[in-house]
């Protein structure tokens, strides 16, 4: 079971407001160790400095979109395992079926709820503790 307490975890969400809703729902389920940036650019530079086992980013961003993110982070050798939940308005099949062909972990489609949070992250790492 992993400690949520010791999580690390990259929220990127070109809408402030989307990214602090994220960044409550980790501290409520226990995950204290979070970043958030409002693109891919900034949390990729965090990420290449800063442990990090999660990443859970928004779709539809300004710039380089969040497959276009997954793309470039499995492309990269320091990046490639770390685990990846698309965040999204649009639960479409075709997307969801991009984003794990991309090898996203799973998706949360907008809006969610705490619990699904939860859910979505303990099926990618296990039950949390």
Not at 45 to 69: A, K, R, Y
Not at 81 to 95: M, P, V
Not at 103 to 109: I, R, T
Request: glycine share 6%.
């Amino acid at each position: 079971m992993p400690d949520a307490a010791k999580l690390q975890v990259v929220v990127v969400d070109d809408q402030l407001t989307m990214r602090s809703l994220v960044r409550t729902g980790l501290q409520q389920i226990g995950i204290t160790h979070s970043r958030d940036f409002p693109g891919a650019a900034e949390a990729w530079t965090s990420i290449q400095t800063q442990p990090t086992h999660m990443v859970i980013s928004d779709f539809n961003m300004p710039g380089m979109d969040g497959l276009e993110f997954l793309r470039a982070m499995r492309a990269c050798d320091n990046m490639k395992n770390i685990a990846f939940i698309l965040l999204t308005g649009r639960a479409d099949k075709e997307l969801v079926a991009r984003a794990v062909q991309f090898g996203a972990n799973n998706y949360l489609v907008k809006p969610f709820t705490v619990a699904t949070l939860k859910q979505k992250i303990e099926q990618v790492v296990g039950p949390l503790s």
